[in-house]
């Protein structure tokens, strides 16, 4: 009777199988089976993300156009990012800070210290891009939106994730629109609020995310109206696109994922590679 072993001498050739080889198949062992509500749920942090970019384009519309003023903004950047801190401490209680060791103090020594200098640096900022045409900055600056959308962690472990990558070119992304403002004050309240939405409030979706999921719904859904009703504002059809957008990321593609995950037929039998799962550190010391 053939074996399957490689230490005997058997009268079967070297490819011979029996008619026990199929015994072994197994089909989509490792496949994962989602659920709708979830994976809605976690495509709340690419809705958010979208939003953020909208958003911040819109914003800096207004103040092109003379709509917003600097001081407007400021304020309300200001009066945000306290509510923003207030919360992203009470919604754990405290505990994230205590298990870092960081202080007020140091955070709004860190908050002084961007502002000074991103204040001080605001006549080289609105000077900087002035040998370059405004349409290179604009398509430059849709690119730089685009890679800090495509690098951003969303939460999946993959290579292409680099959240260093995607602050750096929503910045540089924000420096070549604050380049084209009127004047240096207009540059720097432009910096600071892309700073806020692009590095703080990621921050502070992530605690949400975590500790209060309900919480979390409830605050994309409500960015999702800001953005929209922003952009309605500027362009009706472009606020009836983006919500299409929105509708397909969140409602569309994970119903799309499921279905598809129906059609997936992996096999698993005695012609994969072998694995060794015997501990065999013992042999190494």
Not at 16 to 34: G, I, M, P, S, T
Not at 112 to 139: H, M, N, Q, R
Not at 174 to 199: D, E, G, K, N
Request: charged share 15%; net charge positive; aromatic share 12%.
């Amino acid at each position: 009777r053939w074996q399957k072993v490689l230490y005997e001498r058997q009268p079967f050739p070297d490819n011979y199988v029996d008619q026990r080889f199929l015994e072994e198949l197994r089909k989509n062992v490792h496949a994962r089976r989602y659920r709708y509500g979830a994976v809605v749920f976690q495509s709340g942090a690419v809705v958010q993300q979208l939003c953020s970019v909208c958003i911040f384009v819109v914003t800096w519309w207004y103040m092109d156009a003379g709509v917003l003023s600097p001081q407007g903004l400021f304020g309300a950047a200001l009066a945000s990012s306290l509510l923003g801190y207030v919360l992203f401490d009470a919604v754990d209680g405290g505990a994230g800070r205590q298990e870092s060791g960081r202080a007020r103090w140091a955070d709004l020594k860190s908050t002084l210290v961007f502002a000074a200098f991103t204040y001080g640096f605001s006549p080289v900022l609105k000077t900087l891009t002035e040998s370059i045409s405004t349409d290179t900055i604009y398509a430059m600056s849709a690119l730089m939106l685009l890679g800090h959308l495509i690098f951003f962690d969303y939460g999946a472990n993959a290579a292409i994730v680099s959240s260093t990558l995607s602050l750096n070119m929503a910045i540089f992304a924000s420096v070549c629109l604050a380049s084209r403002l009127p004047r240096s004050l207009h540059a720097f309240v432009m910096v600071t609020f892309a700073m806020q939405i692009f590095a703080l409030w990621p921050m502070l979706q992530k605690k949400l995310k975590a500790q209060t999921p309900r919480c979390y719904v409830g605050v994309t859904v409500l960015f999702a109206l800001a953005a929209l009703v922003g952009l309605a504002t500027v362009s009706s059809v472009g606020a009836v696109l983006f919500a299409s957008l929105l509708l397909a990321i969140s409602c569309l593609c994970p119903y799309c994922l499921i279905r598809l995950q129906l059609l997936k037929d992996n096999i698993h039998g005695p012609w994969d590679e072998a694995e060794i799962k015997e501990d065999l550190s013992r042999f190494l010391m």
